[in-house]
T-cell receptor, first 114, second 116 residues
């Protein structure tokens, strides 16, 4: 049973560039959430996708956008990269959007901005 | 608005000693509570969860946590620390928003060091 998979594992970009990160949810899950984890911090919620729509959004600028595909996989796009965007980006999947369901996490994409 | 406070960003214990990691939460509705563990260069792995029912919850790797509503706490414990327990631990609270969608908030994490 495949868990949550993310690609790429590492990425180096320069300021001003754009990046796309990808996530495939755990088999049977239909909801994908994205988090940003800066060094020494807890995960910060970016947004959540369900039924191909953004259902919730955290306190992130609209440089951060996403998409969910019919097969439930998801992409996170970040435009006009800033040094402060350097972080581990985690994808989590769950079944529907029910609050008592734990989220299953991928190993993340480590994004470094030079 | 929900929030999570983890007291102690770093905790050190000797191998074989009791592990106690503290978590307090605030929530406007009955919360669902989770503990996750993160090993270096990995994602978060679920240790245990409290949804409803028994307030003492047992998880993987010998960890357990007790939900105390009166104290708004959900502390994580393990009777005897093992070297392999060295990792970062995150407490999280989940509740449904007005649209019925899950909203999860994480604490800042507690890094556990186990001393041989």
């Amino acid at each position: 049973d495949a868990g949550v998979t993310q690609s790429p594992t590492h990425l180096i970009k320069t300021r001003g560039q754009q990046v796309t990160l990808r996530c495939s949810p755990k088999s049977g899950h239909d909801t994908v959430s994205w988090y940003q984890q800066a060094l020494g911090q807890g995960p910060q919620f970016i947004f959540q996708y369900y039924e191909e729509e953004e259902r919730q959004r955290g306190n992130f600028p609209d440089r951060f956008s996403g998409h969910q595909f019919p097969n439930y996989s998801s992409e996170l796009n970040v435009n006009a990269l800033l040094l402060g965007d350097s972080a581990l980006y985690l994808c989590a999947s769950s079944l529907a959007t029910v609050a008592n369901q734990p989220q299953h996490f991928g190993d993340g994409t480590r994004l470094s901005i030079l | 608005a929900q929030s999570v406070t983890q007291l102690g960003s770093h905790v050190s214990v000797s191998e074989g000693a009791l592990v106690l990691l503290r978590c307090n939460y605030s929530s406007s509705v009955p919360p669902y509570l989770f503990w996750y563990v993160q090993y270096p260069n990995q994602g978060l792995q679920l240790l245990l969860k409290y949804t409803t029912g028994a307030t003492l919850v047992k998880g993987i790797n010998g960890f357990e946590a007790e939900f105390k509503k009166s104290e708004t706490s959900f502390h994580l414990t393990k009777p005897s620390a093992h070297m392999s327990d060295a990792a970062e631990y995150f407490c999280a609270v989940s509740e449904g928003d007005s649209g019925g969608y899950q909203k999860v908030t994480f604490g800042i994490g507690t890094k556990l060091q186990v001393i041989p």
